[in-house]
């Protein structure tokens, strides 16, 4: 929700709940300044496409052994008729890419477990490019103890009764993927190393979507198959420059 001007200025922003309408966040402006503006000073800076991306000298956390690299290649089972889904996911240590592709529809995650990046490109259903977003937070020491505290308190748990399934000929059991989260629930079926051969989305016990791996790989990912595609990252794409 927002206020604009007659000049198309916004003046506020409101995000609601869209249950109960409650103000989740909002935003007013507090000066306005109607003065011309260069093309560099409303352009964002270069820099923002340079993503510090670690190479094979860099020393990424700790992960614990059992957790591979791996490549997976999941199915929407729910998808439309003629509307297949295919996701693509490929892990390297803290690091994840995921592909979603429907018919031309593309859209690209890459994400650091801790949330320092995250970046996001989307495709209309003609291919051609239609957004890209970036996040890079440089986090402060308190900022990060809550978010650790809030990491570990938010970490996948066993569904009651427990379950299990088998898909690939490989035995996962069903986690929570979000205990903290009131109104949406996302499961998944996990194996012993962590990976996801079974993901259910829910919306007020609704479901809503559902994955199932049809292919999985587990071998040495590098860094490059984690970026994104280094076109998307071009200034010149987007016309900034």
């Known amino acids: ?51 510090n991306w670690p190479d094979d000298r860099d020393t990424l956390p ?17 998808s439309p008729p003629g509307r297949e889904v295919i996701r693509t996911v490929r892990r ?55 978010i650790d505290a809030h990491f570990w308190a938010a970490l996948p748990r066993p569904l009651i009764p427990d379950r299990t399934d088998t898909v690939l000929g490989e035995n996962c059991r069903w986690f929570d993927l979000m205990p903290a989260m009131a109104g949406g629930r996302t499961s998944s079926c996990l194996t012993k190393d962590g990976i996801a051969l079974k993901e259910r989305h829910f919306c007020d016990n609704s479901l809503t979507s559902e994955w199932t791996a049809i292919h999985i790989t587990r071998h040495p990912i590098t860094i490059d198959e984690i970026k994104p595609p280094a076109e998307l990252l071009s200034p010149q794409i987007w016309a900034i420059e």
């Not at 700790?62 to 729910?78: F, R």
């Open 62 to 78: 700790l992960i614990a052994p059992e957790k591979s690299d791996y490549e997976l290649v999941m199915e929407q089972t729910m």
């Open 1 to 51: 929700m927002s206020c604009v001007s007659d000049d198309g200025i916004e003046l506020w922003q409101k995000s609601l709940k869209s249950s109960t309408r409650e103000v989740t966040s909002s935003a007013e402006a507090t000066q306005i300044e109607r003065r011309p503006v260069s093309t560099e000073d409303a352009r964002p800076p270069r820099s923002v496409f340079a993503l």
């Open 92 to 146: 390297h240590g803290p690091w994840e890419f995921t592909e979603e592709t429907t018919g031309k529809l593309r859209t690209i995650h890459v994400i650091h477990d801790f949330g320092q990046v995250r970046s996001t490109y989307e495709t209309d259903d003609s291919g051609a490019r239609q957004s890209l977003w970036i996040d890079i937070r440089v986090r402060t020491p308190a900022e990060q103890e809550r």
